[in-house]
């Protein structure tokens, strides 16, 4: 029997039984579906921070409270909030000299209210520099000033959605809002940022003098982050331990004590960012992977029982001429037909959920030819693999034994 004939003979008996054809598949289908679209959303992940991270700048340095060694693990257990000071800011921003600016940077939520509308909202206490440096322009108005921030002013930046929800036509600029509870002027409108891959609307905050936001709102002394832009990128190594020095100073530590601060660059944040996006990839695909391998032993199932029912059939191939090849490769092209078509409507399957997902869920995906490869030839894989046991027990079936049995 050639390979053609084979195929026709698999495919005829496959027909005969749709039902159970049809639920063999629906494991394949599930497993190459969760693949492609478990991993499309890691993909899209990774590439969201990537380009979150990159359209900040190649040229910016991040000074955040912690250890090397934990934020190289991707996990910061010991962050200490007290760690970074606004005299630290001051002290980068009065003495490095490869740097062009900084920003001390002091986020939390607060509630906005004007005209009886209220919004619960996120506060960003920066420098005036925080504008060009984390790359936030201004549409409307202006931003706050130096002066500002010297004073403490109760001035306020806001982005599209809290103009939109609170404003509506009208123009902010000037408008007195209160948030949490105190008085502030809006100066001026943040272009348009739109939400990230975790679902943070960029629009729906408000910058003011850290200053203001430490003393006057929050009542702190400490900040989150501090931000600085080098001269150049060929500077970068040469600011980060020019910064280290500078706050080792600052925090008053020994020569053989270890920092309780962190200094990175953006390059090697994105580093440590992808590696962690990537572990989180090749975890979602692997657990996606359970269930094509739990398809794979369906087909071995229903493979077995369909030699065992056929048992009398393949005596009756063998006795008129049928070799064992023959019979193998007959059921080896039934199984893998089972993960040729399972693994195609998966992969459609697949695309549709990342496509939904995408749209309705605020999570950007990333549908990749390699997924898409992986999950099919990983299916094809499957199906061969757990057909080979079927396979090989068909074929070893004596042929006076297979006609006798009822």
């Known amino acids: 029997m050639n390979l053609l ?14 039902m159970r054809s049809a639920l063999t598949m629906l494991g394949i289908i599930i497993g190459v579906g969760a693949v492609v679209a478990l991993v ?20 910016l340095i991040v000074v955040m409270p912690g250890s090397e060694e934990e934020l190289q693990r991707g996990m910061m257990t010991s962050y200490d909030p007290t760690v970074l000071k606004l ?19 002091l986020t939390r939520p607060a509630m906005i209210w004007y005209k009886g509308k209220t919004k619960t909202t996120n506060v960003y206490g920066t420098y005036e520099t925080a504008v060009e440096l984390m790359n936030y322009p201004i549409e409307i108005g202006h931003n706050f000033t130096r002066s500002d921030v010297q004073s403490a002013a109760r001035v306020a930046i806001i982005g599209q959605t809290l103009q939109k929800d609170l404003f509506g036509a009208e123009n902010p600029i000037g408008k007195i809002v209160r948030i949490n509870n105190q008085n502030f002027r809006v100066v001026g409108v943040i272009e348009k940022r739109g939400t990230d891959m975790f679902g943070i609307d960029h629009d729906n905050q408000i910058g003011m003098p850290v200053t203001t936001a430490a003393k ?17 990128e060929d500077l970068t190594d040469k600011a980060i331990e020019e910064i280290k020095q500078i706050l080792r100073r600052e925090h008053h530590l020994g020569k053989d ?4 601060f962190v200094v990175r660059s953006q390059a090697q944040l994105l580093d440590i960012m992808s590696t962690i996006t990537s572990i989180l990839t090749i975890l979602l695909g692997s657990i996606a992977g359970i269930s094509l391998l739990v398809g794979g ?21 063998k006795a008129i ?28 399957i697949g695309i549709a959920i990342a496509k939904l997902v ?12 390699g997924s898409i490869f992986l999950a099919f030839g990983f299916s094809v894989g499957v199906g061969l693999f757990f057909g080979i046991y079927p396979a090989f027990r068909a074929a070893r079936l004596h042929p006076i034994e297979a006609l006798r049995y009822e």
Do not use: C, H, W
Request: proline share 1%; net charge positive.
């Open 297 to 317: 032993i369906g087909i071995m199932n229903i493979m077995l029982v369909s030699v065992t029912e056929r048992t009398r059939e393949i005596g009756i191939r």
């Open 216 to 232: 006057k709102l929050f009542g702190e002394s400490y900040v989150d982050m501090i931000e600085v832009q080098v001269k150049s």
């Open 358 to 369: 995408s749209l309705f869920g605020n999570l950007p995906t990333a549908i990749t030819a």
């Open 40 to 59: 499309s959303i890691g993909s899209g992940a990774s590439q969201s921070i990537t380009a979150e991270v990159q359209g900040l700048g190649s040229n």
């Open 257 to 260: 004590e270890k920092a309780n």
């Open 321 to 348: 001429g049928a070799k064992r090849k023959d019979i193998l490769l007959q059921f080896l092209i039934e199984s893998t037909i089972l993960s040729l078509f399972g693994g195609s409507f998966g992969i459609l």
């Open 87 to 105: 005299e630290d800011a001051a002290a980068i921003e009065k003495k490095a000299k490869y740097i062009n600016g900084v920003t001390p940077i």
């Open 5 to 18: 004939e084979s195929i026709r003979v698999a495919a005829q008996s496959l027909k005969a039984n749709k």
